[in-house]
């Protein structure tokens, strides 16, 4: 279902925002906390009933996108239960897509990309603090605004490496023995995840 959202966001959005930065000439104004359309095809159904509120009312109207390219971008990074970054300007942002690490610099056009587990890096100058995300998306802006929204991540540095490995070995093990679909489904999700733990602490 989330693959199919992303999928439609996309298509709606990305697509214009595409367009815009590779033609306009003037800043784009700010969008509207309101669907028009929406509002339109409401009204052709029934004029009685108010249309109701959508994702949108609760939104605050996205920045435009500037005639220029900034110098910085800036990059919220959430949490189910916690925001780890909030509108911070930073040089670059590394993420660990689906389609390959993926470095998203001011100007990047808009992009909607599913995350894998591995390691996302947040370079400011010389410093560079990574986490390790188990699965999430980035939503990259047009406004040169990154949205990083992860199931769970961890400071890299705050990993054990040494129970990483025994993890590591656990699923294996048990890829090896299981007998049924669903016991090797789950011990592959768990050596996939160590592995990627692994690669993020040797590499």
Excluded: C
């Excluded at 669907?35 to 249309?51: G, H, L, Q, Y």
């Excluded at 920045?63 to 239960?81: D, R, W």
């Excluded at 925001?83 to 670059?92: H, Q």
């Amino acid at each position: 279902m989330l693959r199919h959202a992303a999928h439609r966001l996309a298509s709606r959005a990305a697509a214009g925002s595409i367009i815009r930065r590779a033609l306009a000439t003037a800043p784009v104004p700010a969008e509207e906390g309101v669907d028009p359309a929406f509002v339109e095809s409401w009204k052709k159904v029934t004029n009685i009933i108010e249309p109701p509120q959508t994702p949108m009312s609760a939104m605050k109207p996205r920045p435009p996108t500037p005639a220029s390219i900034p110098s910085k971008l800036t990059v919220n990074f959430v949490l189910p239960y916690k925001s780890e970054i909030a509108n911070k300007e930073v040089d670059m942002v590394m993420v660990p897509a689906t389609t390959g690490l993926m470095g998203v610099l001011p100007g990047h056009v808009s992009t909607i990309a599913e995350l894998k587990p591995g390691v996302l890096s947040v370079h400011e100058g010389n410093d560079v603090t990574k986490y390790f995300v188990s699965s999430g998306f980035a939503f990259i802006h047009a406004n040169s605004i990154t949205d990083v929204v992860a199931v769970e991540a961890v400071p890299l540095d705050q990993i054990d490496a040494s129970l990483v490995q025994k993890g590591l070995a656990e699923f294996t093990a048990k890829l090896g023995s299981a007998s049924t679909d669903l016991e090797k489904a789950e011990a592959q999700i768990g050596v996939d995840v160590h592995s990627a733990l692994n690669a993020a602490l040797t590499g």
